[in-house]
């Protein structure tokens, strides 16, 4: 199956920015999602931003403004570059794919059907 794979996790202060890149591997569809999710410590997951095959991107109330999510389909890739960051933003981030043609960015974790392993940022104060 697919294969998700996150990097540039890491330590930021308060206002600093970091990007998170996931890199999917194996039989990609075409018709492939791309986002990112979050679950800070003893909260639940949230979803965080998505971006379609053809661009069309969505973002939580939290990242509007201050994140923008891209993709480099010749290299599989999507990058979330996060500016103005927050102690608030110290969560695992979860890379996740979804293989559908529909043009609507879905937000509910369970319709999503893969997943990378995770990278930790955390922003301090």
């Known amino acids: 199956q697919v294969q998700l794979a996150e990097s540039g996790g890491g330590l930021a202060q308060a206002g600093g920015s970091l990007r998170v890149s996931c890199t999917a591997s194996?039989?990609?569809?075409?018709?492939?999602?791309m986002g990112w999710f979050r679950q800070p410590p003893g909260k639940e997951r949230e979803f965080v931003a998505a971006?379609?095959?053809?661009?069309?991107?969505r973002y939580a109330d939290s990242a509007q403004g201050r994140f923008t999510i891209s993709r480099d389909n010749a290299k599989n890739t999507v990058y979330l570059q996060m500016n103005s960051l927050k102690p608030e933003d110290t969560a695992v981030y979860y890379c996740?794919?979804?293989?559908?043609?529909?043009?609507?960015?879905?937000?509910?974790?369970?319709?999503?059907?893969?997943w990378g392993q995770g990278t930790q940022v955390t922003v301090s104060s």
């Open positions: 996740a794919g979804r293989a559908t043609y529909a043009t609507i960015i879905q937000t509910t974790q369970r319709l999503y059907d893969y």
């Open positions: 194996g039989r990609t569809p075409s018709n492939f999602h």
């Open positions: 971006i379609t095959w053809n661009g069309i991107t």
